[in-house]
């Protein structure tokens, strides 16, 4: 039953994510975008650093410097990694704050550091004991319940969205090009070409999109 309830407070803060980053989107370009990689309303990332933060820095809510410094670092740790892997994986830079001071190659930046920390004092403080408790309310019988179907649903979600972005990936295979920007350009006009709904999205939801053109060296060059 443990896991069951930090399941389903993953999945909630997996889903105030995606509303905050909607949202925010909404305000500064007056349309809606439905962010992230997967389908449904959820930004898995956001999930991974309220749950690593409410079970690793619950000792110290009584000491809220210290707990902002390390909530600060855990989110910040989260994203380079997310952005490294997400670039090794696919060979894609998804996002890129390399335009914004004090940024550490592009994957995390000073701002956002701030604001990490700001978000989750908001959340230890205010957000978590309500979800608690929203939580808790229920019974065991119904967190089982809906710990299964809300894990199904999400499974089969992550695993069409791996398909879908594989199949994105293909899209690179081809491109044509001597730089990241070139080949980031003849990918994206291949990709409006497709007229495809979740390539739209994609392009969407990461407008900073970037793909990394490595020179192959001479032994690894078509013969």
Known sequence: MVVCKLFLIYMIYSF???LVEVIDLFIGEHKFVNRGFLIGPYCPIYGKSVLLISILLNRYIDKPILLFIMSMLICTVIEYLGSFILEKVFNTRWWDYSQKKFNIKGRVCLENMILFGLGAMIVMYLINPLVLKLVNALSSHTQLILAIVIFI???????????????????????????????????????????KVFNKRLLNSFPKLKIIYRKKKNNEKDN
């Open 16 to 18: 105030l994510g995606w």
């Open 153 to 195: 649903i999400y499974f089969a979600d992550n695993m069409l969205s791996l398909k879908i972005i594989l199949n994105f990936r293909k899209n690179f295979d081809g491109s044509r090009g001597d730089n990241t920007e070139n080949v980031t350009d003849l990918v994206k006009k291949e990709l409006k070409k497709q007229n």
